[in-house]
């Protein structure tokens, strides 16, 4: 498939863990990144509740992936590991990243009810920040211009948490991503230890590849339709193949 110059778009990439991002969504931006797009990185916590690794090999873990990706990476202020919640003071903080950022498209984990709360309230932190940020008269946030983002996609981060109800999903084409996400997944060695996340990740996007008729694919989803500028852009989709 066709890749579009994303030169000027920017993407601001909200996760939970030091981890999520990468294991999630990492190949999209990889293959974002090949196409030009400024990319920012936002964790809330630093997975210091984690079995495996501590805060500082985790913080520093994510840094690395973030440099990998050519992006930027912020470690807000927060609850912390296991006791994020969406509540008005964290929505507000991340809807002044969204308007210091001014991203073009949020990526965020799916809400999807059995799966980490961390990764369930993550998303619904970005999702009413991303609101929030384009309301024109939010209180708290008057010193900052408002804005929209063109769209926020979810991602998923574990199995368990495939897929929610009223989501659209969209897959993207990784097939020349695959050997970097590797890569990229493997600055995070505290997490892949025991469980082989790694190959849980690839044969996903190996399945959802071969339904799509490509090496490989990332699910992202998204709450609305989807507006394509064009029959040209259609042109460059591909519905199942079985
Ligand atoms: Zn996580």
Redesign the pocket.
Known sequence: MQSVAMTGKKILAF???P??IE?GCGAALLSAAASGATIECVVLSK?EAGTHGSRSVREEEAIQAAEMMGATIQFPSTAGDTRLRAGLEITLQVAKMMRRFRPDIVLA?TGHANQ?P??RETCRIARDANRLARYGKTPGLETLDPHASQALFFYD??SEAVGSEGLTPILVDVSDQVDRWVELMECHKSQTGNVDYIALQLSRARALGIQAGVHSAVRLYSEGPVLLGSMAELCAARGPRF
């Open positions: 996760g939970a863990h981890d999520d294991f997975g984990p980490h961390d990764h981060v574990s």
